[in-house]
């Protein structure tokens, strides 16, 4: 392959920005009017993949179409970060303030003297108030024309960094995106639902369907300031009447046929609470502020007449709603609440027997007069019993949740569409719209070539090239095959003694098939599933150094976490758990991988790189990877996993330290510490040392690979983490090792696309394996590149975002590039390349697992230690 030209965007390697197919509207020399009037829906790229592979295109949906016509005016009144933004009109040089009418965060009944006559004298001190927060306003606004320029500033000029002023000014910007999609849909998390096209909903029954969501979000990149979009699936309430959803849910509470028992009142609640609803009997224009009443004689929180056409549901009324009443603010008389309804908004209450919805402190509203609100996700348990979905039905719930790369595309152009005419309402439609992708450069890398045996001469070597990222172990054998003489089976499940006896002849076939060298099981052990923790000490004691235990899980789910404490934290075994179901279906098909999985934790190796890597072959390396990952219950501590190469110059084995750090904190903690005696400890450490034990050798490189870390957090993450790594090397006799730190992303929503039917996986439709983008997209300052290193199985790919915070071994950012894609293709387990860069790969697996020890503990921070019989191997895969 030809060396192909690539960027490096570091401070002492200026270059010149590679071109991209630019829209006829479009003026990459603008300044202001790069971000002032952005297109703030085309969100599509199409990349060029570079000559060397042959003009082959790809799309991502990030992109903006900058219109500069437009000007500060787009702001006009926006609600900014909980600021009443007044924007600035014209260009740089005049300056026409213009200010809105419309207070920031207020409560529109609070204008109610408005419309029944205020007092002039407290209206002409309220005109007084309301100059000296202008005042203020304009002072807010200075600030926000000097962030626009500073933003500006750094978006066209490569020595201008990244400050505080142009951080701020990013908020601020999405914020007003963020503003503009709650005015017309559902926020659920980062994603907003509740889009009108049918095309973008799947009626699931039951008052349940499968909606589109969009996320957007702004980016500054190397061609300007961008649109990030993506979609997202989700169970969805249908936007149907409040009464027909209750009676879709509950089989047997026919609402509003009769009035509710106790019970059935206390389950339409518990289903109910926290939706948003639409009041129906609110015109679409009223009077005062969404239908607030004019009439002053009625004491406004005691009917619970809400200030907005929508509301939330905070339960229901004890009694039916025709015995609620309320008094007048006034005249004292009590008022039925039906006879308010039925006089103010000449609306009857035919079902008097339901209850009524509360939505605030004495506020209530007829049930039937209430909505659900389109967009909103439902958060029930997501069952075919919970829904009550036929087969089919629930059938089509998997196959619409799966969302091919075209088919993705689509939606987001669809929703992108729609989105555009609600965007263009609330900025005076200043900002013009583009619905098409623009075109990217990406390369394509080449494959390794792995190494293996030879399956009739294992005396000799045999190389194979994965295509389209994958490979088989047909007429192969593993590299290394481990030797296992001392193993037993033990088996919890109601499988026969004669279906696991075959089932592990048949392992053992398998594993000899493949390079092992493997004893012949004598004898399985059965035992009652409730007496797990007996069993696994019993066998234990009876079976002196026992390399590997079998373990064919019970019936019942919930047993694994278990059965993997014991075994690692107390009584040091390496433990492969099988599940009864696969044993009985069709064993055939998974023994292959099975049998790599057990050769990999006995410490063999299934496959090496041919060549090795060719950018750390000259130098001893290791490589480190890092993940933290949080546990679901509140009250429990971080676990970080640091995984290490053990061999060099393969790169294949590597071992795992896990530990607990308190509170949610995304630092890791245990990288390097003193200990109460002063002596040097930690994670870093152990394995430096650990590497040096195993190769004689001490690395003169080390990168760093760190999994789990926002945008926010890249400087605290390189500060302390990176000092720790250099402590911990200090800490060794008269070792500097050169330091890569890169920081790695899967949470993100850049989505590659390809643009030629020729130049894509035939199978799924998404980008080859080894296509990366670094230009366009990237950081317009720091070197970081996007890597698609997988097939995928179904659905759209989603590419691995590498961000290099240091590079002390200055790789060109194309070995880089390589390096990682090679490392991908080393996940042992599997005969195929993985998404995420495989030292990641298994801090994750590790961190997992760790999970499982904590999980009987009042306190994460007491980790059980992992026995060093364990610690040794690659327990974790």
Request: charged share 25%.
């Amino acid at each position: 392959m030809k060396k192909s030209e690539v960027k490096r965007f570091e401070e002492e390697k200026h270059k010149e920005k590679t071109t991209t197919n630019q829209r006829s509207n479009e003026d990459p020399s603008s300044h202001l009017e790069d971000f002032v009037g952005a297109d703030l829906a085309g969100v599509n790229i199409q990349t060029v993949v570079g000559d060397h592979v042959g003009k082959e295109k790809t799309t991502t949906n990030q992109r903006l179409n900058e219109d500069p016509s437009s000007h500060l005016e787009d702001f006009v009144g926006a609600d900014l970060a909980g600021v009443n933004i007044q924007t600035v009109g014209g260009d740089h040089v005049g300056k026409e303030k213009t200010t809105t009418n419309q207070r920031l965060n207020e409560d529109p009944s609070s204008h109610l003297e408005d419309f029944v006559g205020a007092d002039l004298a407290e209206r002409s001190e309220e005109t007084e108030v309301e100059v000296k927060q202008r005042s203020e306003e304009e002072k807010r606004m200075d600030s926000t024309n000097t962030g626009l320029s500073e933003l500006a500033t750094f978006i066209n000029n490569s020595g201008h960094e990244e400050n505080h002023t142009v951080k701020k000014t990013l908020r601020m910007l999405r914020n007003l995106l963020k503003k503009t999609a709650r005015e017309s849909y559902s926020l659920s998390g980062k994603y907003f639902f509740g889009f009108p096209s049918n095309e973008l909903h799947i009626n699931l029954g039951t008052g349940i369907q499968l909606s589109r969501g969009l996320f957007r979000s702004l980016r500054v990149t190397q061609d300007g300031l961008y649109l990030n979009a993506d979609v997202m699936t989700k169970c969805c309430h249908q936007p149907i009447h409040l009464t027909q959803f209750i009676s879709n849910q509950f089989v047997n509470i026919c609402v509003p046929a009769k009035a509710l028992t106790y019970q059935e009142r206390s389950k339409v609640e518990k289903l109910i609470t926290g939706l948003e609803i639409e009041l129906t009997y609110l015109p679409a224009a009223s009077a005062g502020s969404w239908g607030v009443p004019k009439h002053r004689d009625y004491n406004l929180s005691k009917p619970g007449l809400p200030a907005a056409k929508k509301a939330v549901i905070k339960g229901l009324s004890f009694d039916p709603i025709g015995l609620l009443t309320f008094k007048l603010a006034k005249r004292g008389s009590e008022v039925r609440f039906v006879d308010f309804f039925r006089k103010q908004y000449k609306r009857k209450v035919t079902y008097l027997h339901l209850p009524a919805i509360q939505i605030g402190a004495g506020e209530y509203v007829p049930m039937e007069f209430c909505r659900i609100a389109s967009g909103q996700p439902y958060t029930q348990r997501l069952s075919e019993q919970a829904f009550r979905l036929s087969r089919e039905q629930a059938k089509n719930f998997r196959s619409a949740s799966v969302i091919t790369p075209g088919r993705r595309e689509s939606m987001i152009q669809t929703m992108i569409r729609i989105d555009k005419e609600q965007a263009l309402k609330l900025v005076n439609k200043k900002i013009s719209v583009s619905d098409d992708l623009t075109s990217i450069e990406a390369r394509v890398l080449p494959p390794p070539t792995l190494k293996f045996l030879n399956f009739y001469n294992i005396s000799e070597e045999i190389t194979v090239t994965p295509n389209e990222g994958k490979w088989n172990m047909f007429k192969k054998k593993m590299i290394n095959g481990a030797s296992v003489t001392r193993w037993t089976c033990v088996n919890f499940s109601t499988l026969s003694p004669i279906s696991a006896t075959k089932f592990c002849q048949e392992l053992t076939k398998m594993c000899r098939d493949l390079g092992m060298h493997i004893q012949h099981i004598t004898q399985i052990i059965s035992y009652d599933p409730e007496k797990i923790e007996d069993a696994l000490r019993e066998i234990h004691k009876k079976t002196a150094d026992l390399q590997l235990l079998i373990v064919i899980l019970p019936d019942m789910t919930g047993s694994y976490g278990k059965i993997k404490k014991i075994c690692e934290t107390e009584l040091g075994i390496v433990s492969q758990c099988i599940r009864p179901g696969t044993i009985l279906e069709r064993p055939h098909l998974f023994l292959p991988s099975l049998a790599l999985k057990i050769n990999i934790k006995a410490g063999g190796k299934n496959y090496v790189l041919d060549k090795h890597i060719s950018m750390v072959q000259d130098t001893p390396t290791i490589i480190f990877g890092a993940d933290v990952t949080h546990p679901t219950k509140a009250e429990q501590s971080s676990l970080a996993a640091v995984v290490a190469s053990m061999d060099w110059p393969e790169i294949s084995t590597y071992r795992a330290l896990v530990s607990a750090q308190t509170g949610r904190r995304e630092i890791i903690e245990d990288l390097y510490k003193l200990d109460g005696q002063g002596e040097h400890t930690g994670m870093i450490r152990d394995h430096l040392l650990a590497f040096i034990r195993k190769t004689n050798q001490r690395p003169g490189r080390l990168i760093f690979f760190r999994d789990g870390v926002g945008e926010t957090q890249f400087g605290d993450v390189l500060r302390f983490e990176l000092q720790a790594i250099r402590k911990a090397c200090s800490s060794i006799e008269d070792f500097r090792p050169k330091i890569t730190f890169v920081l790695v992303q899967k949470r993100h929503h850049t989505r590659l696309f390809p643009a030629q039917a020729d130049k894509k996986d035939a199978a799924t439709g998404n980008v080859l394996p080894g296509t990366v983008v670094d230009t366009v997209i990237c950081h317009p300052r720091q070197f970081d590149f996007f890597l698609n290193s997988h097939a995928g199985v179904m659905g759209t790919n989603r590419s691995t975002h590498y961000h290099v915070l240091l590079d002390e071994n200055k790789f060109s950012a194309d070995d880089l590039q390589r390096l990682t894609n090679d490392l991908c293709y080393t996940f042992a387990k599997t005969t195929n390349s993985v998404s995420l860069v495989t030292p990641v790969f298994y801090a994750h697996l590790a961190a997992f697992r760790a999970r499982y020890y904590v999980e009987d503990e009042m306190s994460a921070v007491h980790l059980p230690t992992v026995k060093d019989e364990v610690k040794e191997k690659m327990y974790f895969c």
